[in-house]
């Protein structure tokens, strides 16, 4: 992990993601442009994100068990608490995403993943975001 990673609390992800989370927003990755995340919302509003570690998530998105929307990566997106969560397990998401906030796997900086409900089900794996780095929606 870098030293730019922080301890993510179990409570920040309940509150970003969780059944009460009005700030929350599912999107797909565009491009990676240096340390910025090209993202593209499924109601079609592009955006631009930062992660703290930029490099590892980067990373993280060339894994092969990344869930994907017409081959873009999933993501779950929350500016305002700072968090970004992209979608592993199944290669493309069910009908119906269920998203467990309260089920948290812990790491040594805090929660890292949220768990999947069932096979069907992707698992979150979480990062921080910059404050204030995305760019006002574009149509």
């Known amino acids: ?3 730019r990673t922080r301890y993510i609390a179990p409570k920040r992800v ?3 993601f969780g059944p009460h989370a009005a700030d929350a927003y599912l ?3 565009v491009s990676v442009v240096g340390d910025r995340l090209q993202i593209r919302l499924l109601r ?3 955006r631009e994100i930062v992660p703290r570690d930029a490099p590892v998530v980067a990373s993280t998105l060339e894994q092969h068990d990344i869930t994907r929307v017409h081959g873009r990566p999933l993501l779950l997106v929350n500016e305002f608490r700072c968090l970004v969560a992209i979608a592993t397990g199944p290669a493309e998401p069910p009908e119906r995403l269920e998203v467990s906030a309260h089920f948290v796997r812990l790491g040594e900086h805090g929660a890292v993943e949220m768990i999947g409900s069932g096979d069907l089900q ?3 794996l979480l990062f921080e975001i910059e404050r204030g780095d995305a760019e006002t929606p574009r149509q």
């Open 1 to 3: 992990m870098s030293s």
């Open 14 to 16: 309940e509150e970003a």
């Open 27 to 29: 999107a797909v990755v």
């Open 122 to 124: 992707p698992s979150w």
């Open 44 to 46: 079609g509003e592009e």
